[in-house]
């Protein structure tokens, strides 16, 4: 003979059925998550953190073209498309005389010391940058603000 279930484990149970079946949907939708696109580390890259370029105070220049805009007068930033490789971002930098003094390797983000240029020259390898390689995505110098305050301590 089957007994027909009491109201008390009829109660009980539901809510149980309901969670467990909710965390099981949670945990298998989370670890399914290798075909989204992410602006995460990519594959294949050597995780880092991110480092980025710390100007001196003679590192910082007025830009007359920008009616006295601030920036650091022998470094740009430069974004590459997605899908460029690492070898392919060094091999570009080192084409135009450039050294590496930060990045976020995650997003393809890299600044670009040409140390001994004037500004007027790194301008123009800026735009050699733009003008030559299709998977330069970004390249521009990069504007600083600065505290004129007295009493902010550094």
Request: proline letters at 5%; charged letters at 20%.
């Amino acid at each position: 003979m089957i007994r027909e279930p009491l109201w008390g484990e009829f109660v009980f149970r539901t809510p149980l059925l309901i969670a467990t079946t909710l965390f099981v949907i949670a945990g298998t939708t989370v670890g399914c998550s290798d075909g989204v696109s992410s602006f995460m580390q990519k594959t294949g890259m050597t995780s880092s953190e991110p480092l980025f370029f710390a100007p001196a105070e003679e590192d910082i220049v007025d830009d007359a073209e920008t009616a006295g805009l601030k920036i650091i007068k022998d470094v740009i930033s430069v974004t590459f498309k997605p899908d460029t490789d690492e070898k392919t971002i060094k091999e570009i930098i080192s084409s135009v005389n450039g050294n590496i003094v930060g990045y976020d390797k995650a997003v393809n983000y890299y600044q670009v010391q040409f140390k001994g240029k004037s500004l007027q020259e790194v301008k123009a390898v800026r735009q050699h940058l733009l003008a030559s390689y299709k998977v330069v995505e970004i390249a521009v110098t990069i504007p600083v603000t600065t505290h004129r305050n007295p009493y902010y301590a550094k």
